[in-house]
């Protein structure tokens, strides 16, 4: 019975949600898992993924093998990196003291990597709403400038018209009044 580390699918069309489980090679994708290791949800930016790593050091102990794409995960994660100094504590390599040191450091500047990503797709979102507010402000000045031209191209043609109507009527009394003298 090879066991696998594989994803098994869960969400809506469009939206996958993924369990990262430990399976039977032979079972179907969505089907019969052993153990449950954690979640992947690759929607979110940075994609959010929440492991139990002792479970999948465990595992990875025991001979189970992950596909493709959980071996980046585990990978991304440092479960194959502990799984790795774990190898060299068990051959007398090093000590499990060193093995932690090691590994904590690279945790650590693992989540400072995420952190300064995070903080860049955040800074990058407030520049692009704040361009996308000037480019609006823009459009809207432009609309409110064409409308007070329009509005005052009409005020001036009405002003006109009253003008022109006013202008001949004023020019007619006087006439029809030399008429009713003669």
Not at 10 to 36: L, M, S, T
Not at 56 to 78: E, F, H, M, V
Not at 130 to 135: F, V
Request: with cysteine.
């Amino acid at each position: 019975m090879p066991a696998r580390i594989r994803l098994q699918r869960h969400g809506k069309k469009n939206q996958p949600f993924y369990h990262i489980v430990v399976a039977d090679g032979r079972a179907p994708r969505d089907g019969r898992f052993i153990e449950k290791l954690g979640t992947y949800n690759p929607m979110t930016n940075p994609a959010q993924i929440v492991l139990n790593e002792e479970k999948a050091c465990q595992w990875l102990k025991n001979g189970a093998q992950p596909s493709d794409t959980c071996r980046r995960i585990l990978s991304y994660k440092g479960v194959l990196l502990k799984r790795h100094l774990q190898i060299g504590v068990e051959k007398g390599a090093i000590s499990q003291e060193q093995a932690d040191v090691r590994f904590n450091e690279w945790k650590q500047a693992k989540e400072t990597k995420i952190a300064n990503n995070v903080s860049n797709i955040e800074g990058e979102k407030r520049d692009a709403k704040k361009a996308r507010l000037e480019a609006e402000k823009k459009v809207n000045e432009t609309k409110a400038a064409a409308v007070a031209a329009k509005r005052q191209a009409a005020a001036e043609a009405e002003a006109a018209a009253r003008a022109e109507a006013a202008a001949p009527a004023e020019g007619e009394a006087p006439a029809a009044e030399e008429n009713t003298e003669a």
